[in-house]
């Protein structure tokens, strides 16, 4: 019997649109538009079962998914507000909250959440590891930040993620400006918060115009940490 993928599509996200696998976290494709994001989901699952199946070692929680049903469950629309919450051409973006998010995260989840994020921060490091300072502080043209920035940039938003459900622990002042540092410390910080979630159904946020939980959390975490390693990958192989 085909096992089911749902898609979560997010419209005009930085100009493009991202199509999330929503039971599947660390899953996802970019498009130029919702068609060419869906037409693109399909390999990119497969290779995010291969990256799964290479970090596990053995067996993981997909194997034998071998006939697959990709159906789109959910579409947002991305937009952007101003300080008094209005649709505004440019302001804070509000990026997409699908039903999915409503559901509470089972201990299950977690684990598996806790082992996709250190698989891509142990790819993150090993990337970064051999780089010489010169190379992490080199900021190309076109480029919004260093090597170094772009870590700055991982971790600190992975501390913003966190404070949406007012988990962060430590105030934004606080937070290590050094790379490496502040990586771990974040990390550190969301790997102890992540198992006391289970189950919660009481933790869905409203913050600055954009809803938050438990699920939004891990879903963006695990993306954002996989997106910007292919952001470096592409930066190191440019030389």
């Given at each position: ?74 579409v ?44 891509a ?5 090993e ?67 992540l ?6 159904d ?34 190191v192989?440019?030389?």
């Amino acid at each position: 019997m085909p096992t089911t993928i749902y898609i979560g599509l997010e419209n005009n996200i930085e100009g493009r649109s991202l199509a999330w696998a929503l039971d599947y976290p660390g899953c996802f494709a970019y498009g130029q538009d919702e068609g060419e994001a869906i037409v693109r989901f399909a390999p990119a699952f497969i290779a995010y079962a291969d990256w799964v199946g290479r970090h596990a070692g053995g067996p993981a929680w997909l194997d034998g998914l071998r006939e697959l049903d990709f159906r789109l469950a959910e579409v947002w629309n991305t937009y952007q507000i101003d300080e008094r919450y209005r649709v505004v051409p440019q302001g804070e973006e509000i990026n997409a909250w699908f039903r999915h998010d409503w559901q509470p995260l089972t201990a299950a989840e977690i684990e598996r959440g806790l082992l996709l994020l250190r698989w891509a921060r142990q790819d993150l490091l090993e990337l970064v590891g051999e780089l010489s300072p010169e190379k992490m502080a080199e900021k190309k043209d076109g480029e919004r930040w260093s090597i170094a920035g772009i870590l700055r940039h991982v971790a600190g938003a992975e501390w913003w993620y966190l404070d949406r459900l007012d988990l962060a622990g430590l105030p934004r002042a606080e937070v290590p400006d050094e790379p490496f540092e502040r990586l771990a410390v974040i990390r550190a910080r969301l790997e102890t918060a992540l198992p006391a979630l289970a189950g919660r159904d009481d933790l869905v946020r409203g913050k600055a115009g954009e809803f938050w939980s438990p699920r939004k959390l891990l879903r963006r975490a695990i993306w954002h940490e996989r997106d910007h390693w292919m952001h470096i990958s592409r930066l190191v192989l440019e030389g």
